[in-house]
């Protein structure tokens, strides 16, 4: 089936009844009928609030491709991949393709770029969406189609889907211009049971009775037994457990109460409901959800990436997480502060979606440290998007990169980590997706002697592949690899050269291949850099004597702790750093009036800051941010130079960025972090609920309610605006007199464009 297939009514028609098919022999009905069935009610979810006005199928409007990339799916992965290529297949090569992948959380696996990219590259896109355990298609959908220009698009959905929620972000997708197609293949429902949501108050009072709502649900009958705990130091001690029924493609829903904590010092209550079921699971991973409750008054800040314990404090209590594990942490409870700090864009690839979402529920957001924006592969990715700035240059963007990549393939690579070797622990450190189309690489491999693995070319699946499947094994000669590697980085022509060399050996005898290395050195240009990278512990001693051995180009001795993130980062930041470089100081600082305003008064110099430039407003625009204001800018000559601080909107959560070093941003955020959480803070709270046939909406805010509030209600039917009206100056409510059974989304709208979203 291609892409122009699914364009055809017919096609459209013929899904429909397939639905008809399937209540006739409802009882009884054949197996291939009930997978018939499943694609046909994801094809109704869709095809009822649809448009069935079709474009023409020969004109270039950007698609987007939803792809369910659920634990459901894995049966079905062959058939996904043979329907994506027919799809990609009907488009011609100039149209452009993006791709959402989800499971648990939805994702942008690639922006829209051109359909040849997107074929050349498709095993690879789909390699970097693994399968997950959940779904959450209304989620995807909307992503998708804020992908897309309005009413100039359209998706292709691929997922065996099970999500109530769809319905209403299919309809926000159609009313956008969007229309949606929809193929669901054959596969069987998972066994056992999942917590699918665990509710709880963002906020108690000490002593408090804090009420609780689980929901449990299952594809197939199921049995349960839900446990609630609560985290006591490192241990869980479970306060009650309820048992429970579901039935096919059901759910179950579980109330709780639990009391917070007495006494006057801020806390936090972490809760976990955890399901158990007597038959097989098979997705264990999914069997838990945490929820976080603060206790006290103290707002609560996320610190992602670089620790920052002198954050901390009476006014704000401080949470260090891990960035692959942000999404995890806001399901357990919204803080009223994030701070990225000196956090890459790759590392919180999969982390996007959650991160959009808490900020347009209010949630401030803090991007600090010179290892960010520009340096940290902002530029271009979906992070960047959610930035009221643009990191780089846009005519550095276009310069070419040469990069010579030489690893240690030698025996002490083979010690096994984890579930495989050092070795591949180390190559699957490198960002192969930092390097772009233009860009060329060159791989040696080295132990007693080097070799030169792969020749200047662009990076493939090839030879991703063909890295993981290397026996390290022999001695080692890192002065013998070093020299090799320069020589090959002479041979090519580039604007900018790289040599990236990573080992876990000393040197014995660094001095050996002086005369070589030198001769090496002489043939690269000065703007030439070099990496010298020692992995784990150990002395560097052996590296900076090769490293002085180098003339001409310029040379660096790092560490890396590990094989894993730590690694990553390192590498990241030299991919990067002649594309956007990190300007180094001291300069001094100038304070604008809306610096002062907000009373954000930084060091009078800063050792350094990279370039960034506050959004075009139409630019902004586009991608749903407000500039707010640009705060001061670095004393420098040019005629427009960069601004040490941006504070932007996005929803209604409010964005700083400190392009500084994180350590000169520590006033600053603390500073700011009362004016960036008071939208959370102010508690503004949207409930919706059925009454008489109608809609109720109530709006609540612990602070003065902003003027001109309305809600845009999002039904299978199309949209509708609701006028909210004020009752005092914190509580206005609106009402619609009749509304249809299925699922609705509400967003609600303030006067600068702001929106939350309820259901």
Partial sequence: MTLASLLVPGALALLSALALLALRRREGAWSWERWLLRAALLATLVLGVADLGLPDPESARPRGLVLDRSRSMRAAAREVDRVVAGALADLRGDERVGIVSFGAEARIVTPPIPVARVRAQLAELLASAPPDWGSDLAGALRLAASLLPARAGELLLISDGHDPAARAAASAAIARGAPIHVYGPATPPPAGARVARLEAPPRAAPGQRVPLRAVVAARRPTRFVLHLERRVGRAWSELARQEGQVESDGEAVLRFEVRAPRGRRAAQLVLRARVATAGPD?????????????????????????????????????????????????????????????????????????????????????????????????????????????????QERQRSLAVVVALDASGSMARPVGNGRYYQAVQRGVPWERLRPEDSVAVVLFADQPRVHQPFAPVSQTLREGLTSVDPEGGTDVGLALARSLELLAQQESDERLLILATDSEEGAPRRHAARLGEAARGLAPSTRVALIHLGEGSLESLEVLASLIAGPEVRVLRAAGAGEELRQLLEGELVRGQTEVQQGPFALRVLPPAQALGLLPPSRSAAYVAVRARRSDDARQRGVQVLGTLADPDAPADEPPPWGVLGRRGLGQVLCLPLPVEECLPLIRAAAGRLARSRGAELSLEAGRAGGGLELVVQSEAALPGNLEARLLEPSGARLIPLIPEGTRRARGRVAAVGPDPLQVVLLGAAAGAGEGR
Avoid: H, K, N
């Fill in 282 to 394: 098979e997705g264990p991973e999914d069997d838990a959800l945490e929820a976080r409750v603060a206790v006290g008054d103290t707002p609560r800040a996320l610190v992602i990436g670089r620790p920052l314990p002198r954050l901390a404090g009476r006014t704000l209590q401080v949470e260090s997480v891990r960035p692959a594990e942000l999404a995890t942490s806001l399901r357990g409870g919204l803080p009223e502060l994030i701070v990225l700090s000196d956090v890459s864009a790759s590392s919180l690839r999969d982390q996007v979606g959650a991160l959009d979402a808490a900020l347009r529920a209010g949630v401030g957001l803090v991007v600090a440290g010179v290892r960010g924006f520009g340096p940290g592969g902002y530029a271009g990715s979906s992070l960047e998007d959610l930035l009221p700035v643009t990191c780089g240059p846009s």
